[in-house]
């Protein structure tokens, strides 16, 4: 205490919390939106913006938003942008610390944002984190376990032990530091596999990516897009060849095309027997043909944000390149096993611990 009855405890620097932006997109389903939304409301995170992002909806979104919830903001789309690019729209109308990317057809646990801001806060090193995802549409008992991506760009299953462990966050709920990620994804994906873009771009930079397994978000799954229809399949194909040929480098490249080449047969062979069409995947092969020029560009924008070597994002990744456990499964995966151990691809299973 001084001569004035001065306490500095008492005036303490208390920092503010930071700024969050949950960007919500939203396409025609006004119950679902409505439903979550009730579930983001009541965020124990005060310092918290609502943006939802109506993707060109024709159900009357955007009129019946503001009455029901004028605390929300609103930005409605002349056209329909598809996923990421909506979601880049609404990160353009956002100057938060933080941007919280949500669907539409998820539930969240109060605590959501504050236990990711703050394990992201915790530290330096990271720009995205996740919650654990209850996919509702799925048996969650079979994936004890966070995925990875393979070095083929198929999701493999239960490869991660520890629970915070994670190539990427799942795409319906993620967090991310906006001055590290700034726009999170490539518009030309629509959608699929652009939280794999997210993921993949931070890693490359230098940062990242982990989990925060005790929040648990709650996802419909399938609500607005399935994976079987044409355009979807065309979609998966040609964005997993995207990431592929602009995110690695061509040397890395190199050594993976023979990976590549015997999933591409694994899984035609696999198409054929479901009785699937291969047409969405020769339109992909087409469409990568077609747009040589852009992907250069889009490498060259990618490769000159690097910040480290392939070998750091690879020890994120795995070797398998299918999840079928039959024999076939086991004799392919074996078989990539033992090239990654020669050409020397380091992913998380054979990583030197």
């Known amino acids: 205490m001084n ?26 389903d006004w119950d679902m939106l409505r439903q979550c939304l009730e579930t983001v409301l009541v965020q ?55 941007i919280a990317l949500l669907n539409n057809d998820i539930y969240l646990p109060k605590d959501f944002i504050r236990r990711l801001v703050e394990a992201l806060e915790a530290r330096t090193d990271a720009a995205v984190a ?26 493999i299953h239960n490869v991660f032990k520890d629970r915070t462990l994670a190539f990427g966050a799942a795409g319906c709920s993620l967090v991310f530091k906006h001055e590290l990620v700034g726009l999170p994804f490539d518009s030309d994906y629509r959608f699929t596999h652009e939280e794999i873009y997210l993921a993949w771009r931070a890693r490359l930079r230098g940062y990242e990516v982990f989990c925060v397994p005790e929040v648990v978000v709650k996802h419909i799954g399938g609500a607005t897009v399935s994976n079987f229809s044409e355009q979807n399949r065309f979609l998966l194909e040609r964005n997993r ?16 095309w023979p990976l590549m080449l015997l999933s591409r047969l694994m899984e035609r062979f696999s198409d054929l027997r479901a009785g699937r069409s291969l047409v969405p995947i020769r339109k992909a092969a087409r469409w990568i043909r077609e747009h040589k020029e852009m992907l250069k560009t889009k490498r060259t924008a990618l490769q000159a944000q690097r910040r480290v070597p392939d070998k750091k994002v690879i020890q994120w990744m795995s070797y398998k390149i299918t999840n079928n456990t039959t024999l076939s499964g086991r004799l392919i995966n074996a078989a990539a096993y033992f ?9 998380w299973e054979l990583r030197k611990k």
Not at 3 to 28: D, K, L, S, W
């Open 44 to 98: 124990d995170w005060p310092n918290l913006d609502i943006l939802v992002v109506d993707n060109c909806s024709s159900d009357g979104t955007a009129k019946k938003l503001p009455p029901a919830f004028p605390q929300v903001r609103l930005l409605v789309l002349q056209e329909n942008l598809h996923y990421a690019g909506a979601c880049n729209a609404g990160v353009e109308h956002s100057q938060s610390d933080y």
């Open 3 to 28: 001569g004035f009855g001065y306490h500095p405890e008492e005036y303490a620097c208390v920092m503010p919390q930071p700024r969050v932006t949950a960007v919500i997109i939203t396409y025609n």
């Open 130 to 155: 996740g919650p654990a995802v209850d996919n509702m549409n799925m048996d969650m008992s079979q994936y004890p376990y966070n995925g990875a991506m393979s070095l083929t760009g198929a999701v």
């Open 241 to 256: 060849r995207l990431n592929f040929l602009t995110l690695f480098s061509t040397a890395t490249r190199m050594r993976i």
């Open 339 to 347: 090239w990654c151990m020669l050409v020397g691809l380091s992913t």
